[in-house]
């Protein structure tokens, strides 16, 4: 009797944290790159269950295993891309493969798979509210003209005419090149070394590669973000799902508890 007590504990434990991670995925459907998490459950103890005759004990004989105690063993990070959005925006990159964007954070160096940037008051590439944007050689990326272009493998140029005009005041036309650097793009060998903070930043010991080497790096496609990878109907079936076992598990405890209450006080008196 004692032990249903702590198994429909357990499950009302383990459900309310699952509704946790499932609150969060939801309110993270639109956040740009976000990636979506879930809740694995295990026993915390099985047990053998034997039968024994009424008078010999001995020579029992095993008949299942029963599983005590249930709790969160731990969060998984489903890593797989999510559809692209189009946005036009000149600071706004989504990567079309494996990889992540290096951030330089007052932490050290973060990732993430939000390209949603922008610049700051000195023209950095910038993550907002996060740090500055890295380039390849390790080094913030600065952008002072707005009229640039960026190819697939993230390389940010512009070409810059100055001069011209008529009359006595005309001036030489002047063509410049400018090279704002390359986007750093990084992957990691081992993803369940990986640790996910918040706002959707990753962090890890494990020392970076440059994903899909011999293919010339991750295709960065430009003017567009990753869009989050949750799905919503899912989402909301394990929510209902999580919510009626946790319902139920609450309806027997209190089954349980009157239960005992009669044994104290009516079956006690007797």
Same mark, same amino acid.
């Given at each position: 009797?004692?032990?249903?007590?702590?198994?429909?504990?357990?499950?009302? =434990?383990?459900? &309310?944290?699952?509704?946790?991670?499932? +609150?969060?995925?939801? $309110? %993270?459907?639109?956040?740009? *790159?976000?990636? /979506?998490?879930?809740?694995?459950?295990?026993?915390?103890?099985?047990?053998?269950?034997?039968?024994?005759?009424?008078?010999?004990?001995?020579?029992?004989?095993? =008949?299942?295993? &029963?599983?005590?105690?249930?709790?969160? +063993?731990?969060?998984? $990070? %489903?890593?797989?891309?999510? *559809?692209?959005? /189009?946005?036009?925006?000149?600071?706004?990159?989504?990567?079309?493969?494996?990889?992540?964007?290096?951030?330089?954070?007052?932490?050290?160096?973060?990732?993430?798979?939000?390209? &949603?940037?922008?610049?700051?008051?000195?023209?950095?590439?910038?993550?907002?509210?996060?740090?500055?944007?890295?380039?390849?050689?390790?080094?913030?990326?600065?952008?002072?003209?707005?009229?640039?272009?960026?190819?697939?493998?993230?390389?940010?140029?512009?070409?810059?005419?100055?001069?011209?005009? &008529?009359?006595?005041?005309?001036?030489?036309?002047?063509?410049?090149?400018?090279?704002?650097?390359?986007?750093?793009?990084?992957?990691?060998?081992?993803?369940?070394?990986?640790?996910?903070?918040?706002?959707?930043?990753?962090?890890?010991?494990?020392?970076?590669?440059?994903?899909?080497?011999?293919?010339?790096?991750?295709?960065?496609?430009?003017?567009?973000?990753?869009?989050?990878?949750?799905?919503?109907?899912?989402?909301?079936?394990?929510?209902?799902?999580?919510?009626?076992?946790?319902?139920?598990?609450?309806?027997?405890?209190?089954?349980?508890?009157?239960?005992?209450?009669?044994?104290?006080?009516?079956?006690?008196?007797?």
């Amino acid at each position: 009797m004692y032990q249903g007590f702590y198994d429909l504990a357990s499950g009302m =434990l383990t459900q &309310s944290r699952n509704l946790n991670v499932i +609150s969060n995925n939801m $309110v %993270n459907v639109q956040t740009a *790159g976000y990636k /979506q998490d879930r809740m694995v459950s295990s026993t915390f103890q099985e047990e053998m269950i034997y039968r024994t005759g009424r008078q010999n004990k001995g020579n029992p004989t095993a =008949l299942a295993t &029963s599983s005590r105690i249930k709790s969160a +063993s731990r969060t998984y $990070v %489903n890593y797989e891309q999510g *559809g692209f959005e /189009q946005t036009d925006g000149i600071y706004d990159f989504a990567l079309a493969d494996k990889g992540f964007f290096c951030i330089q954070t007052p932490a050290g160096e973060r990732y993430t798979r939000n390209g &949603s940037f922008a610049v700051d008051n000195e023209g950095y590439l910038v993550l907002e509210d996060f740090g500055r944007v890295l380039s390849t050689d390790d080094s913030p990326i600065q952008i002072d003209n707005e009229n640039f272009s960026v190819d697939s493998r993230g390389h940010i140029t512009a070409r810059i005419v100055t001069g011209g005009g &008529s009359g006595e005041d005309a001036e030489e036309i002047q063509v410049e090149d400018r090279d704002y650097g390359t986007l750093k793009v990084v992957d990691f060998a081992d993803y369940d070394q990986l640790h996910k903070e918040d706002n959707g930043l990753i962090s890890t010991a494990q020392a970076p590669v440059t994903p899909d080497e011999e293919s010339g790096g991750s295709p960065i496609v430009w003017q567009a973000v990753e869009k989050s990878n949750v799905d919503m109907v899912e989402e909301m079936t394990n929510m209902m799902s999580s919510q009626r076992a946790l319902q139920s598990a609450a309806q027997v405890l209190r089954m349980y508890d009157q239960i005992m209450s009669k044994s104290v006080t009516d079956i006690g008196r007797m």
